[in-house]
């Protein structure tokens, strides 16, 4: 899951994807110049609380960032991410992301 992840990211256009030097809340971080991203592999749906995390380590970054989830996301972390600007991706049981969100849409169609 965090490998397809970080292939996404560099098919997007991010190059040098590495493990992220902060560890967020839930799941796996990675990063790389210009965006930090979330992994959350488990089987809950991401919260509120774990979008906005991400988006304020991004912030501390000066970095986009993007959300992958297994189990997709909370109604309200979806308006949240919404608001905020942050892609979300679910990865569906073949390891593709999937965009959920209008960012995410831009995000696959334009890249990095």
Do not use: H, K
């Not at 030097?21 to 990675?30: A, E, H, K, V, Y």
């Not at 608001?83 to 995410?104: E, H, I, K, M, Y």
């Amino acid at each position: 899951m965090v490998t397809a992840a970080a292939l996404y990211l560099r098919w997007l256009g991010y190059r040098d994807i590495r493990r992220a030097d902060q560890r967020p809340p839930s799941g796996i971080g990675l990063a790389a110049r210009g965006v930090v991203a979330q992994v959350d592999p488990t089987i809950t749906p991401a919260s509120l609380r774990d979008v906005e995390c991400l988006w304020l380590t991004a912030m501390t970054e000066s970095a986009d960032c993007v959300y992958f989830s297994l189990a997709g996301y909370t109604d309200d972390a979806r308006g949240r991410a919404d608001s905020l600007g942050v892609p979300l991706f679910v990865l569906d049981l073949t390891g593709t992301p999937q965009p959920v969100n209008s960012r995410a849409d831009d995000l696959n169609a334009a890249g990095a």
